[in-house]
């Protein structure tokens, strides 16, 4: 519809809902899903939106999840993200997990323990070979910096450490 000279506040904008009902309801009350574009800016002159992406569960209306700025920042877990990805948890530990089909038996995680203020990189892959390589580029060909071994190996200089501390020229 046409809003004409309807001014929109920070955080107003169209949206579209989704309403999932169970079985025997045909009007289900809570909105179960929403993605919208709001305004950022309480500034009437400040046209920039951010998409944001809303889910719920059971028998509550949906909050949100995401948020796309109108920087190109992506927040996950927060309302306002701070970097070009940027993930939040209000209740838990905060984890990026990247894998691949098989789900979690292998990949990547990264996450941070709130309540000890400690943060990890865990490759997921049980094995003495689940290494972890930190490379830097010379003249646009990767150089392995440093290695942690899954036998818990460090090389520095040597993407095959051969004891604790691997030290090469």
């Given at each position: 519809?046409?809003?004409?000279?309807?001014?929109?506040?920070?955080?107003?904008?169209?949206?579209?809902?989704?309403?999932?009902?169970?079985?025997?309801?045909?009007?289900?009350?809570?909105?179960?899903?929403?993605?919208?574009?709001?305004?950022?800016?309480?500034?009437?002159?400040?046209?920039?939106?951010?998409?944001?992406?809303?889910?719920?569960?059971?028998?509550?209306?949906?909050?949100?999840?995401m948020r796309i700025t109108s920087a190109g920042l992506v927040g996950i877990g927060t309302a306002a993200p701070q970097e070009t990805l940027h993930v939040g948890a209000s209740s838990a530990d905060a984890t990026l997990f990247i894998?691949?089909?098989?789900?979690?038996?292998?990949?990547?995680?990264?996450?941070?323990?709130?309540?000890?203020?400690?943060?990890?990189?865990?490759?997921?892959?049980?094995?003495?070979?689940?290494?972890?390589?930190?490379?830097?580029?010379?003249?646009?060909?990767?150089?392995?910096?440093?290695?942690?071994?899954?036998?818990?190996?460090?090389?520095?200089?040597?993407?095959?450490?051969?004891?604790?501390?691997?030290?090469?020229?």
């Amino acid at each position: 519809s046409d809003l004409g000279s309807r001014d929109m506040l920070a955080g107003q904008g169209p949206a579209i809902e989704f309403r999932v009902g169970s079985d025997t309801v045909a009007e289900y009350s809570n909105v179960s899903g929403l993605i919208a574009s709001v305004k950022e800016s309480a500034v009437d002159s400040d046209e920039a939106s951010a998409m944001t992406f809303w889910t719920g569960a059971n028998d509550a209306d949906a909050t949100e999840k995401m948020r796309i700025t109108s920087a190109g920042l992506v927040g996950i877990g927060t309302a306002a993200p701070q970097e070009t990805l940027h993930v939040g948890a209000s209740s838990a530990d905060a984890t990026l997990f990247i894998s691949g089909t098989t789900g979690h038996n292998e990949g990547l995680k990264i996450w941070h323990d709130f309540s000890h203020g400690v943060s990890y990189l865990d490759n997921l892959y049980d094995s003495v070979n689940s290494d972890i390589h930190f490379r830097t580029r010379v003249a646009g060909t990767p150089v392995h910096a440093m290695t942690l071994s899954g036998e818990g190996y460090v090389g520095i200089g040597t993407a095959s450490p051969t004891e604790k501390l691997h030290i090469t020229d």
